[in-house]
T-cell receptor, first 114, second 112 residues
Framework: GAGVSQSPSNKVTEKGKDVELRCDPISGHTALYWYRQSLGQGLEFLIYFQGNSAPDKSGLPSDRFSAERTGGSVSTLTIQRTQQEDSAVYLC????????????FGPGTRLTVL | GEDVEQSLFLSVREGDSSVINCTYTDSSSTYLYWYKQEPGAGLQLLTYIFSNMDMKQDQRLTVLLNKKDKHLSLRIADTQTGDSAIYFCAERGGGATNKLIFGTGTLLAVQP
């Protein structure tokens, strides 16, 4: 019964570099979500994966952002050519494919772009 | 559009009740949630309410939903210093997606 885990917990990178953030959802959860939390924008939805369906990418802020979910489990969020405005805490959540009880969040990855 | 609003700050004394308010705009929301975030931590799901309910009680937590006014509140009875945190309300986005639309968060400060 482990919860959602994310790695790394902190990432400092230079502007223009690519970064990869990893999320391990709760075992048995078919839905996986990425959100971003920043001072200026609050909590924003980025992308949603549900089973074998096409992901909902409507929240990705630019084409520098992409995400994959392999084997219906682990997900990787990739940010290419990072910019300073990408600095934020990136949160991953997972849930069963029906509601309730809701989405369960990991501890987040704090990304700092210098 | 979808927008969820909360007051930014609430200060209470230990032992008092706290009431955190939230307004939302999407009348098609089926579920509404309350999450708690402690400093440096992720979001902890506290409770949720289905849109056909007016009230839900869970130990010290009471959720009230006024669907007509699109108003949601979270009451914490006998507030403790460990309840100090940021509280977010969230509505499930409409349509096929399960994304959550979060409020701005309310910082609850509990004074001893």
């Amino acid at each position: 019964g482990a919860g959602v885990s994310q790695s790394p917990s902190n990432k400092v990178t230079e502007k223009g570099k690519d970064v990869e953030l990893r999320c391990d959802p709760i075992s048995g959860h078919t839905a996986l979500y990425w959100y971003r939390q920043s001072l200026g924008q609050g909590l924003e939805f980025l992308i949603y994966f549900q089973g074998n369906s096409a992901p909902d990418k409507s929240g990705l802020p630019s084409d520098r952002f992409s995400a994959e979910r392999t084997g219906g489990s682990v997900s990787t969020l990739t940010i290419q050519r990072t910019q300073q405005e990408d600095s934020a805490v990136y949160l991953c959540a997972s849930s069963l494919d029906w509601e309730p009880p809701g989405q369960f969040f990991g501890p987040g990855t704090r990304l700092t772009v210098l | 559009g979808e927008d969820v609003e909360q007051s930014l700050f609430l200060s209470v004394r230990e032992g008092d009740s706290s009431v955190i308010n939230c307004t939302y705009t999407d009348s098609s929301s089926t579920y509404l949630y309350w999450y708690k975030q402690e400093p440096g931590a992720g979001l902890q799901l506290l409770t949720y309410i289905f849109s056909n309910m007016d009230m839900k009680q869970d130990q010290r937590l009471t959720v009230l939903l006024n669907k007509k006014d699109k108003h949601l509140s979270l009451r914490i009875a006998d507030t403790q210093t460990g309840d100090s945190a940021i509280y977010f309300c969230a509505e499930r986005g409409g349509g096929a997606t399960n994304k959550l639309i979060f409020g701005t968060g309310t910082l609850l400060a509990v004074q001893p």
